[in-house]
């Protein structure tokens, strides 16, 4: 069992920056790739951001590329999302997820899941 526990969220202003984390314990944090989901009020959770296990490869969705950066640490067991240049559509629960590899963001592959953080961006 992977336990995965995001935090970092809250309010900020657009244009600002925030970092959101995953706290992962149990199984070994490296043989998973990590997966950052969200779900804004009234639509379908959708992924984001995707690292490899070792941290090699990344990949964004272009709603996020060039503003958001994944990255993780796996002697510390953490995973983060640095989120830059924020817009009030980026409000949303923001979920990391692990999965075996970074394929694509079908959710049924990634069979870990924290419980969210809410990200709120308004002025």
């Known amino acids: 069992q992977l336990e995965l526990v995001e935090s970092g969220g809250g309010l900020v202003q657009p244009g600002g920056s925030l970092r959101v984390s995953c706290a992962a314990s149990?199984?070994?944090?490296?043989?998973?790739?990590i997966g950052w989901f969200r779900q804004a009020p009234g639509k379908e959770r959708e992924g984001i951001s995707c690292i490899s296990d070792s941290g090699e490869t990344t990949h964004y969705v272009d709603s996020v590329k060039g503003r958001f950066t994944i990255s993780r640490d796996n002697a510390k067991k953490m995973i983060y999302l640095q989120m830059n240049s924020l817009k009030p559509e980026d409000t949303a629960t923001y979920y990391c997820?692990?999965?075996?590899?970074?394929?694509?963001?079908?959710?049924?592959?990634?069979?870990?899941w924290g419980q969210g953080t809410r990200v709120t961006v308004s002025s």
């Open positions: 997820a692990a999965a075996h590899t970074c394929r694509d963001y079908d959710e049924d592959l990634f069979r870990y």
């Open positions: 149990g199984l070994p944090l490296d043989w998973y790739a």
